[in-house]
């Protein structure tokens, strides 16, 4: 079961991006995410014209980037919307889900079951809040649950099968890409038909000063997993030098 909402404000946007931090030497790509994308982001409205509310508790807290709403959830619910069709009845799965935009707009497009997952537990109480808050948008027989789940761990606790995974802006960490490919193909594995859709926001910048080409590495990670992994959509995003694709996962036949 759900549990009640707490008493957060609902809010439409979160909380300012914190002061620019001082950097070391080392600093990691996840400092360059913070400091070149923009926070200030809200989701497409249903094709009801109705839209979601969500409490959207930025960085304090302890909610770090998963407490904010970034361009790729927006792009990803976008492309969802256009096909509203095929979510209706499904069973859907999101990894990494943060404030849980993504899987209640599937929720609210129709899905029957929908599994929202992130490794923090006050995500998870953020991402049942929100979901009770918008109980009115779900089909009346629709579960929608909540889970902590850490990548990489045996996905048989998240339920399943599943006809969908979901997942927006989880690929900039190419450390991760190994746990998040294992946890993909694994519950790929467990539906006959099933694919997932992966919302990957390039940051050119982040890539230049690491030296790295994250698509590429996680086509690796993909391929190491037993998976193939296509574009389906791509869009230029506000920020300059930045666009969003939206990734294809199948399991390798």
């Not at 900039?172 to 946890?183: D, N, T």
């Not at 390039?202 to 030296?211: C, F, V």
């Not at 080409?213 to 992994?229: F, P, Q, R, V, Y």
Request: hydrophobic share 40%; net charge neutral.
């Amino acid at each position: 079961p759900i549990p009640s909402p707490s008493s957060h404000p609902s809010l439409t946007h979160p909380s300012p991006i914190p002061p620019e931090p001082r950097f070391s030497k080392g600093f990691s790509s996840m400092v360059l995410v913070v400091l070149i994308a923009h926070v200030g982001m809200s989701l497409p409205s249903l094709p009801s014209g109705k839209s979601l509310r969500l409490f959207v508790p930025g960085y304090g807290g302890g909610y770090g980037t998963g407490g904010n709403l970034w361009p790729a959830a927006s792009a990803l619910c976008t492309y969802l919307s256009r096909g509203q069709s095929s979510l209706e009845g499904l069973a859907v799965c999101e990894l990494g889900s943060g404030t849980g935009a993504v899987g209640l707009y599937a929720a609210a497009l129709g899905a029957h079951t929908v599994c929202l997952s992130d490794i923090s537990p006050a995500l998870c109480q953020t991402i049942s809040d929100n979901a009770a808050a918008n109980r009115a948008l779900f089909a009346a027989n629709a579960t929608v649950v909540s889970r902590t789940y850490t990548w990489g761990r045996p996905t048989s606790q998240l339920g399943g099968p599943f006809d969908l995974v979901l997942g927006s802006d989880v690929t900039y960490r190419h450390g991760m890409h190994r746990s998040l490919c294992k946890s993909v193909a694994e519950l790929l594995s467990g539906g006959k038909s099933c694919h997932a859709l992966l919302a990957h926001q390039h940051r050119p910048i982040a890539e230049l000063l690491n030296g790295v080409d994250t698509l590429s590495l996680l086509g690796e990670a993909a391929a190491t997993a037993g998976l193939e992994i296509r574009t389906v959509h791509s869009e230029q995003t506000l920020l300059p030098l930045s666009r969003i694709s939206l990734l294809e996962a199948r399991l390798i036949p």
